[in-house]
């Protein structure tokens, strides 16, 4: 089953709640619900949720100590529900994180279309970070295959940048040659101990020679693992 884009409501009015729940059901979301900021955080541990529609004015916990609470640990976007009368809080809300708002009484179908733009601009801005990765002094972009150390670029084989991506993911994590081949090559590693230890000192000699580092140790006796 396809995994649904789910959405969080957290108003203390529940005709409010209803009436967006409808709407973002017709666009085939997943909703939940909460009738306050303390509702709100514990359902917020118990499942992922992609974006948040938070009133401000609430009891218990109001929207904008909910907001403080969700940024201690939490990047997802965050749309506000303000009346007319609450403008130093909706900019308070921006101010704290929030990512976008909307005035009572609103248009339903302006709101899903907003959250839905939320989503979509979240999404992108985590495949780009996702894309990129940055660790020690080397920068590697997945989707170019371009490897730079200190802005200087280093060229790698197919199999050379695969072996230094696996690492990379996994700093400090130790990898058996037998591992590297395996998730490198995707066949049975039988005999692969040299076939892995060439491929690992051309990329050891490649950012020595532009660096002075070697990056990847040897760990004896067990494997190797990527370290600063």
Request: net charge neutral.
């Amino acid at each position: 089953m396809k995994n649904l884009t789910s959405i969080l409501i957290v108003d203390d009015d529940e005709s409010i709640r209803k009436l967006i729940t409808v709407y973002l059901k017709n666009e085939a979301y997943q909703v939940y619900q909460a009738s306050n900021g303390k509702e709100a955080l514990e359902l917020l541990e118990k499942h992922t949720v992609d974006c948040i529609v938070l009133d401000i004015m609430m009891p218990k916990l109001d929207g904008i100590q909910t907001l403080m609470k969700i940024r201690e640990q939490k990047v997802i976007p965050v749309i506000l529900l303000s009346a007319k009368s609450e403008d130093m809080d909706k900019i308070t809300g921006l101010s704290l994180g929030a990512d976008d708002y909307m005035t009572k009484p609103f248009n339903p179908l302006e709101l899903a279309a907003r959250i839905k733009a939320q989503v979509r601009r979240h999404k992108v801005f985590h495949e780009a970070q996702d894309a990129t990765i940055h660790v020690c002094d080397i920068t590697i972009d997945t989707q170019t295959r371009l490897v730079t150390v200190n802005t200087q670029q280093i060229n790698f084989t197919p199999r050379e940048f695969d072996i230094l991506l696996l690492l990379a993911k996994n700093k400090e994590k130790i990898f058996s040659a037998e591992q590297i081949y395996t998730n490198v090559w995707h066949e049975d590693s039988y005999g692969s101990d040299n076939t892995v230890m060439v491929h690992i000192r051309k990329i050891r000699e490649k950012l020595e020679k532009e660096t002075g580092k070697r990056y990847i140790e040897t760990v004896w006796g067990v494997g190797y693992k990527l370290s600063c």
